[in-house]
C-alpha cells in the first residue's frame, strides 16, 4: 500500500476516535451507562472480527495474554462509564479532556520505566498538559481551584474513572510494546470488555434501554468509530508516515472537543479552549522532547 494513502487511513482513524466522547454520551443517554458500552464493545468486537480477524492466541506470550487483557478491558472500563456517568454533556467533554492526559504520562513512564532519552522539554510538557485540565475544570472561572474541586466533586466517579483511565493507558502502552512480541491482541480485548460489561449489565439493576432512532444511529456510529478506527490505525502505523501521525494523533483532544460540543449540543467557555489547547501542547512537548534527543543523536552519529 502507498505511504500517502496508508497515511490518509491513519488519519481517518483520528478523526474517529475523536468522535468517541460525544457518541459514548449519546448512547449512554438511551441504552443507560452500562448497557450502552456493552453494546458498543459487542458492536465494535464484530466489526474487527469481520476486519481484522480472531487473533492466535496461542503466540501469545503469557504474560501479554493476561497483563495486556487485564489493562485493556480496564481502562475501557474506566473511559466508557466515566462518560456514561456524566451528569451533562458539558460534563460528558470535561471527563474526556481528563482522560487525555494520557498522552503524556505515557511519554513519561517511558522515560521511567525504559529510561528513554529525552530532554529537560518534558517538564514543562506535563506542566502545560496538567495545568490545562485545571483551565478546562475551571469553568468560567479559568484556573481556579475552587472551581475545580466543586466540578469534581458534583460527580467524583466520573472524573475519578477518567483519571485512572489515563493511568492505565499509559502503563498498557509501555507495558505491552515490551511483552507484546509483535502481537495484536486488539479482537480478543475487545470481546473480554464486552463480554465483562454485559457480566455487570446482568448483575446488577440497570435502567431500561429507551430505543430511539438517535440512540440507534449514535450506537452505529460509536461501534464503527471504535472498530474501524483500530483497524484503521493499524494500517497507518505500519505502512504510512509514523511520525505524522503520532505529532497528529495529539491534537485528538481539540479535535474530540470540537465533535462533542457539536454533537452534545454544548457551549465551551474561553478558558475551556484555552485548557483543551495546552494539554494538547504539552502532550505535543512531551513527544517533541523525545524526539529531539532521537534527533541529536543521529546527528552527532552522522558527523
Not at 105 to 126: A, D, E, H, K
Not at 192 to 221: D, M, N, R, Y
Not at 222 to 245: D, K
Request: aromatic share 12%; with cysteine.
Amino acid at each position: 500500500m502507498p505511504q500517502k494513502k496508508a497515511t490518509l487511513i491513519g488519519f481517518i482513524a483520528i478523526l474517529l476516535w475523536s468522535a468517541i466522547v460525544g457518541l459514548i454520551k449519546s448512547v449512554s443517554e438511551g441504552f443507560g451507562p452500562v448497557g450502552g458500552a456493552a453494546l458498543i464493545y459487542t458492536c465494535s468486537a464484530v466489526l474487527l472480527l469481520c476486519t481484522i480477524g480472531f487473533p492466535k492466541i496461542r503466540r501469545f506470550p503469557v504474560s501479554y495474554l493476561i497483563l495486556g487483557s487485564v489493562l485493556f478491558v480496564c481502562y475501557e472500563l474506566c473511559l466508557s462509564l466515566s462518560l456514561g456517568f456524566t451528569h451533562s454533556g458539558r460534563q460528558a467533554i470535561e471527563v474526556g479532556m481528563v482522560n487525555y492526559l494520557w498522552p503524556s504520562m505515557t511519554i513519561l513512564l517511558s522515560v521511567i520505566i525504559n529510561r528513554q532519552r529525552t530532554s529537560p522539554f518534558i517538564i514543562p510538557g506535563i506542566i502545560l498538559a496538567i495545568a490545562g485540565i485545571g483551565f478546562v475544570l475551571g469553568g468560567d472561572q479559568g484556573f481556579s481551584v475552587a472551581e475545580m474541586a466543586n466540578n469534581v466533586m458534583d460527580n467524583p466517579l466520573s472524573y475519578g474513572l477518567a483519571f485512572s483511565g489515563a493511568i492505565i493507558w499509559a502503563v498498557y502502552c509501555v507495558v505491552t510494546k515490551i511483552i507484546a512480541k509483535g502481537n495484536n491482541g486488539i479482537t480478543l480485548f475487545f470481546i473480554l470488555t464486552a463480554l465483562t460489561l454485559w457480566v455487570k449489565f446482568f448483575s446488577s439493576p440497570q435502567p431500561e434501554f429507551v430505543i430511539s432512532w438517535h440512540a440507534g444511529i449514535s450506537l452505529l456510529l460509536a461501534a464503527i468509530a471504535m472498530g474501524f478506527g483500530y483497524a484503521a490505525w493499524n494500517v497507518g502505523i505500519l505502512h504510512g508516515n509514523v511520525t505524522v501521525l503520532a505529532a497528529a494523533s495529539y491534537f485528538i483532544p481539540i479535535v474530540s472537543a470540537v465533535l462533542a460540543a457539536f454533537m452534545l449540543n454544548s457551549h465551551l467557555t474561553l478558558s475551556f479552549w484555552q485548557g483543551t489547547a495546552m494539554v494538547s501542547l504539552g502532550s505535543l512537548l512531551c513527544w517533541w522532547s523525545t524526539r529531539s534527543v532521537v534527533a541529536k543523536k543521529l546527528s552527532n552519529e552522522v558527523t
